[in-house]
Antibody, heavy 124, light 110 residues
């Protein structure tokens, strides 16, 4: 069974930093593109970032303007999101999601499995 | 503001057929397949339809998807109370190298 478990969320002040982690199990982590998607309170889904299986291709939402960094450790079956210079508008639930298998380093065609999400609150 | 445009709300009575639209452009829906996600209240999103018209295992055949040009649609026939949820379309954008989501449609079963 595919499991994605996010951790590292919490309350942080504006301008602060936070590192989210996603522990994956139940599938060959190193062969899939992995992703972060977020959802502000009462709002819709917003794609944040994706990283291909060998980290060759990394994509970010334009709105993040270099503040976030996605990474992965295939030996530890883990995905990360380093978030710096956090703003009020970064508040929300952050989901780790696994893309469908594509057989190589590729963009995320669709998100086949999702974690339960982790809350990040940016507030003074 | 989302690049993929969905109506904010839709509604129907049990047994009815409802359709949710998703409008994009040539660099996203016009060039790539469309995917749909269902988010029940208080839960994580779930893949509902992929590659425009393919249903993952376990999704009832009451759900169907289609695409024409730069627009896509999700149709739900035989509406049931458990279909009450938020629905999001999504597609890869070749120009932005981004995944784009629609703003979401809240479906109410009257």
């Amino acid at each position: 069974e595919v499991q994605l478990v996010e951790s590292g969320g919490g309350l942080v002040k504006p301008g602060g930093s936070l590192r989210l982690s996603c522990a994956a199990s139940g599938f060959a982590f190193s062969t899939y593109t992995m992703n972060w998607v977020r959802q502000a309170p009462g709002k819709g889904l917003e794609w944040v970032s994706s990283i291909s299986r060998s980290s060759i291709y990394i994509y970010y939402a334009d709105s993040l303007k270099g503040r976030f960094t996605i990474s992965r450790d295939n030996a530890k079956n883990s995905l990360y999101l380093q978030m710096n210079s956090l703003r009020d508008e970064d508040t929300g639930v952050y989901y780790c999601a696994r893309a469908t298998y594509c057989g190589g380093d590729c963009y995320p065609e669709y998100f086949q499995h999702w974690g339960q999400g982790i809350l990040v609150t940016v507030s003074s | 503001q989302s690049v993929l445009t969905q109506p904010p709300s839709a509604s129907g009575t049990p047994g009815q057929r409802v359709t949710i639209s998703c409008s994009g452009s040539s660099s996203n829906i016009g060039s790539n397949t469309v995917n749909w996600y269902q988010q029940l209240p208080g839960t994580a999103p779930k893949l509902l339809m992929y590659s425009t018209n393919q249903r993952p295992s376990g999704v009832p055949d009451r759900f169907s998807g289609s695409k024409s040009g730069t627009s896509a649609s999700l149709a739900i026939s035989g509406l049931q109370s458990e279909d009450e949820a938020d629905y999001y379309c999504a597609a890869w954008d070749d120009s932005l190298n981004n995944v784009l989501f629609g703003g979401g449609t809240k479906l109410t079963v009257l």
